[in-house]
């Protein structure tokens, strides 16, 4: 057995988003569950459309220290969230202060904890007011979101440093909603695609210089001083979601295409934007030909997808020619049973270190998720959770492998 030590300082921990666990949020994603169109559609596949509907989620909206406790317990010394524009800003240009305070609190909460707050702000989800002004198709929306940001960094900055603008804008939210057509507002169109894609490298754009002003105007605290002011530093970046391109060699043209799209247009555009790279990793892309060079894995989660821990140690390499620090934001496996979760993560570290040893700047591994979720158009289904989720008692427990975890994140060790 093998000691893999991780670099001082690493970053441990599980990742949430708001519309997934906090319930009762009012968005374009919850106007979609309820849709007419919508049930008709989940009916007609003979499913309940009640197992569709976020609702009251986890309930994590009141319940959150009770999630916060178990971070705790289980030697996370880092959490990614979401906060939720919608309550934010549920009218165009009206901020909701008694949310904000909420977030506040919240953040404090966490704190309190001895947790790192790692927070994104926009995670698949718009305020009604925005979708009906065409999302992020509309010529405006770079606007509509930085004055967003600027709201809530404000209030925020003196208790946050990691900010996370999008989350998995271009491969899941793009494709989802705009590639194949399934998510809200199921636009099916390669121009509308690409039209998305540039509005929210304008966005994040605008959103970095925002956020890199507010703080810039925070005078740092002098030693001795008795300010209240604080010495945080904004370090942002955004999420995508990495697969490992699987094609043969003679169509590895095809292979360039998925990857520039997927990412690396969105990676390049933005590079000197981006104190960091966030790296979302579950599976593979399987491309023409590629059974040629990988036979399919017997190992596949009931998402459907093939679990290949190397890939990750692929597309970290892949990445490390920008030369920034890169945090794994998601990585994770829907198993109910929790039969496969510990040797998911164990794979998946083994190669992450290996990456690390290559010379790959990785600050830490952020698990998906902390929580059982809504798993947005598979419904309440799939089980991500390192505690899983009772979902008529709210009642939380923790599984087995999030124990092991657990020692991995306190000991910044895996025994493998
Ligand atoms: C998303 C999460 C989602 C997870 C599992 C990621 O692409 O960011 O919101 O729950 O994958 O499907």
Not at 78 to 107: A, C, N, Q
Not at 111 to 135: D, S
Not at 216 to 239: D, E, K, L, M
């Amino acid at each position: 057995m093998e000691k893999l030590e991780f670099p001082e300082g690493f970053l441990w921990g599980a990742a949430t988003s708001a519309h997934q666990i906090e319930g009762d949020n009012h968005n374009d994603w919850s106007e979609w569950e309820k849709s007419p169109e919508r049930i008709a559609q989940l009916k007609k596949e003979g499913k309940d459309p009640a197992d569709f509907i976020s609702g009251k989620a986890c309930d994590s909206y009141h319940r959150y220290r009770e999630d916060f406790d178990i971070a705790k317990e289980l030697g996370h010394n880092v959490h990614r969230f979401s906060i939720e524009w919608s309550r934010i800003e549920p009218e165009e240009g009206k901020f909701d202060e008694r949310e904000m305070e909420h977030y506040k609190t919240l953040i404090t909460d966490l704190r309190e904890r001895g947790i790192e707050p790692m927070v994104t702000l926009w995670h698949f989800t718009n305020p009604v007011w925005f979708a009906k002004k065409g999302g992020f198709l509309s010529e405006r929306s770079p606007q509509y979101f930085t004055r967003y940001v600027k709201y809530v960094v404000d209030n925020l900055c003196d208790r946050v440093g990691l900010w996370i603008t999008f989350n998995e804008p271009s491969s899941v939210y793009g494709g989802f909603s705009y590639l194949l057509g399934q998510w809200p507002p199921q636009k099916k169109s390669f121009f509308k695609y690409l039209r998305v894609q540039n509005n929210f490298i304008r966005a994040h754009t605008l959103a970095y210089r925002q956020i890199k002003k507010i703080y810039a105007a925070i005078p740092p605290v002098r030693p001795g001083s008795s300010s209240t002011s604080h010495n945080i530093r904004a370090q942002v970046g955004w999420a995508e979601n990495y697969r490992y391109p699987v094609v043969p060699w003679y169509l590895r043209w095809l292979g360039s295409i998925f990857t520039y799209f997927r990412f690396l247009r969105f990676l390049k555009k933005t590079a000197p934007y981006q104190d960091f790279i966030g790296l979302n990793y579950y599976t593979i892309a399987r491309l023409p030909g590629s059974y040629d060079v990988l036979p399919r894995q017997a190992a596949v989660s009931i998402m459907g997808w093939e679990i290949y821990p190397y890939g990750i140690f692929h597309v970290l390499k892949s990445v490390a020619k920008f030369k920034k620090p890169v945090y794994i934001t998601e990585n994770g496996i829907a198993d109910a049973s929790d039969e496969r979760r510990l040797k998911f993560i164990k794979d998946h570290l083994r190669w992450i270190h290996g990456s690390i040893a290559h010379g790959v700047d990785v600050r830490g591994y952020i698990y998906w998720s902390l929580l059982d979720n809504f798993e947005w158009s598979h419904g309440f289904g799939p089980r991500f959770g390192l505690a899983e989720i009772d979902f008529k008692t709210f009642k939380r427990t923790v599984r087995p492998s999030a124990l092991e975890y657990a020692h991995i994140c306190r000991n910044n060790m895996l025994e493998y």
